[in-house]
């Protein structure tokens, strides 16, 4: 039997990954202009997400039990990862377009690199070719806060867009802590744990800040959360972790390249929304940026955690 036929079939599970957290922007967008606040969204996304790993938890039934240090990384995870970034995230969507926040937050892998070098300087030391492309990657964020259509605004663009770095920044310091300190967790306990974590945090953060629900719970905005639980985040992630035991690590950092395209194209084509010059220009950059700092990982792969890629969506 020749490996043709798997090798496509994982390329294939690789671009429908993609598909599914570019997407997530879109559906993020919808279930704002259905009346709910970010809040809400955020915690609604993540319970169904929870309910599903839960159910699979429930099936499986490893028994692996995480010690003390893991059960803070797991915490980390579920409030930062799960719960804070994609409170950020659902925030700056309500004054950005889709695509252009899903563009902002593609700087993640840099910012990985970056605070990599710091917290693990002898396995991630700070090179030439990350400190250039770091440069030239935030360079392109820079562009795109100054693009004409931001600077002659009001500040609910530049608030947007400044939400949606926090997102990255919370996204991407516990990323870093994973990577360092929790390579023997079981990723099924990782997710279970985190997103339970994210649920208990989100439920009541929601009915402090934004009160009871008093969204209409439209079939579209049910939909909406719906996909992006089971698909965005459950379905997502799972082929993800399945992924990244068989392709390297380099090819899959290469859909931070392809997500913000599938935003892009996507918010084109449902919500006509249309970017400037400088917006893609600036695009161009941060993809640039994360290409040249990931030159090495071409030449020579490693091995990584779970968690090192754009969640967020």
């Known amino acids: 039997m020749t490996p043709k036929r798997p090798v496509f079939f994982l390329y294939f599970l690789y671009l429908i990954n993609v598909f599914l957290f570019g997407s997530s922007w879109m559906f993020n967008k919808i279930v704002l202009n259905e009346g709910a606040g970010p809040v809400w969204s955020a915690a609604l996304r993540q319970g169904v997400a929870a309910l599903v790993f839960l159910i699979?938890?429930?099936?499986?039934?490893?028994?692996?039990?995480?010690?003390r240090k893991e059960l803070i990384l797991i915490l980390l995870y579920g409030i930062c990862m799960l719960a804070l970034a994609h409170v950020f995230s659902f925030m700056g969507q309500q004054y950005l377009y889709s695509g252009l926040a899903s563009i902002i937050f593609s700087i993640f892998p840099i910012l990985i690199l970056l605070i990599s070098g710091v917290l693990m300087p002898r396995r991630e030391p700070l090179t030439l070719m990350k400190i250039l492309g770091s440069i030239i990657g935030f360079s392109g964020i820079i562009l795109i806060f100054y693009s004409r259509d931001i600077a002659l605004s009001d500040s609910t663009s530049w608030k947007g867009i400044l939400l949606v770095l926090l997102a990255v920044f919370v996204n991407a310091v516990p990323n870093v802590l994973i990577k360092r300190d929790g390579k023997n967790i079981d990723p099924l306990i990782l997710n279970v744990g985190g997103m339970l974590a994210a649920v208990l945090f989100l439920f009541p953060f929601a009915l402090l800040t934004e009160g009871l629900p008093r969204f209409p719970l439209t079939p579209v905005l049910i939909l909406a959360e719906l996909y992006l639980g089971i698909f965005c985040s459950a379905l997502a992630f799972f082929l993800y972790?399945?992924?990244?035991r068989k392709i390297s690590v380099f090819?899959?950092?290469?859909?931070?390249?392809?997500?913000?395209?599938?935003?892009?194209?996507?918010?084109?084509?449902?919500?006509?929304?249309?970017l400037?010059?400088?917006?893609?220009?600036?695009?161009?950059?941060?993809m640039t940026g994360i290409f040249i700092t990931g030159i090495r990982h071409a030449r020579k792969p490693r091995t990584k955690t779970l968690q090192e890629r754009h969640f967020g969506s």
Do not use: Q, W
Request: positive net charge; hydrophobic residues 55%; glycine residues 4%.
């Open 241 to 244: 972790f399945y992924l990244l």
């Open 276 to 286: 400037s010059v400088n917006h893609y220009i600036g695009m161009i950059l941060i």
């Open 56 to 67: 699979v938890y429930l099936i499986r039934k490893p028994l692996i039990r995480p010690n």
């Open 251 to 274: 090819k899959m950092s290469l859909s931070a390249y392809l997500t913000p395209l599938v935003a892009v194209f996507l918010g084109y084509v449902f919500f006509a929304e249309k």
